[in-house]
């Protein structure tokens, strides 16, 4: 009897596609509390900042768009945002969820205002 054997092959993880405000704001809708989500790796300030980020614009505009919408769910008390250095001048930065407010239900469309609505 023949066998056939066959050997593993490396396996290379594809990029991931950068997260989306919406895809965001989506997670949050779904996360259970303690649950963490990286939304951005580097050095969050200066990425999305137009005059000083070596990214692509239709990246920058993106990265601010879903930094405006990582502050907001802050501020609606719906995630933590926290840091972590994962080296010089770039860091790892993390949403972790909350126990959702039961008191006053906040709309999805809050939370994806975009900044000229505000």
């Not at 290379?12 to 990286?38: N, S, V």
């Not at 933590?80 to 959702?100: C, E, M, N, S, W």
Request: positive net charge; aromatic residues 8%.
């Amino acid at each position: 009897m023949e066998m056939f054997v066959m050997h593993p092959t490396a396996f290379i993880p594809a990029k991931p596609r950068p997260l989306t405000d919406i895809e965001f704001c989506a997670w949050i809708g779904q996360a259970m509390p303690g649950d963490r989500l990286e939304y951005h790796r580097g050095f969050l300030g200066i990425d999305a900042t137009a005059v000083i980020s070596t990214l692509p614009e239709p990246d920058r505009r993106r990265l601010g768009a879903l930094a405006s919408a990582a502050r907001r769910a802050f501020e609606a008390a719906l995630v933590h945002l926290v840091q972590v250095r994962v080296g010089p001048d770039r860091f790892a930065y993390l949403a972790i969820a909350r126990t959702k407010p039961r008191h006053a239900p906040i709309p999805l469309s809050q939370l994806i205002a975009t900044e000229e609505a505000a």
